[in-house]
């Protein structure tokens, strides 16, 4: 459920540290069959995105987080990074328990809002604030 380079970079920066380099070590070929590409997203696709539907999105990103969790606590990370994830959990959970109907949860979004996780664990910050307020069910 994760990408691969993106799993090894979590648990590198967990239990040790992660430097950067400037110098480019590889190059990447961008082609029809890339399973994950570097596009800049049109305006279309962003808006697209915003009113797509919810589906197994939220789940998925619970069973992420949650997988997350164990590992990092099986390879005993530090507690300040395991109450981190646990956050994130949290917000995952929130966000995949919103309401179908979309009125409905402006409440739980605003709530999760104040509480800066969307700004701390969404990728989006607050373009999620406003997927979650409008995506379909």
């Given amino acids: 459920m994760w990408v691969h380079d993106e799993w090894l970079a979590i648990l590198a920066a967990a239990t040790g540290t992660v430097d950067w380099l400037p110098q480019r ?5 961008q082609h029809g069959l890339n399973q994950i590409g570097v596009a800049v ?61 979309r009125p409905a949860r402006v409440g739980p979004v605003l709530r999760e809002a104040r509480t800066g996780r969307y700004q701390k664990f969404s990728s989006q910050g607050g373009l999620d604030i406003v997927r979650d307020l409008l995506s379909r069910p």
């Avoid at 070590?25 to 070929?29: D, E, F, S, T």
């Fill in 41 to 101: 997203p049109s305006l279309r696709y962003k808006l697209g995105r915003v009113f797509e539907s919810r589906g197994d999105r939220y789940t998925n990103l619970v069973e992420r987080a949650a997988a997350l969790a164990a590992r990092l606590d099986e390879i005993g990370a530090a507690s300040e990074l395991l109450a981190a994830v646990g956050q994130k959990l949290e917000h995952q959970r929130r966000r995949a328990a919103l309401p179908r109907f």
């Fill in 25 to 29: 070590l590889i190059g990447y070929r």
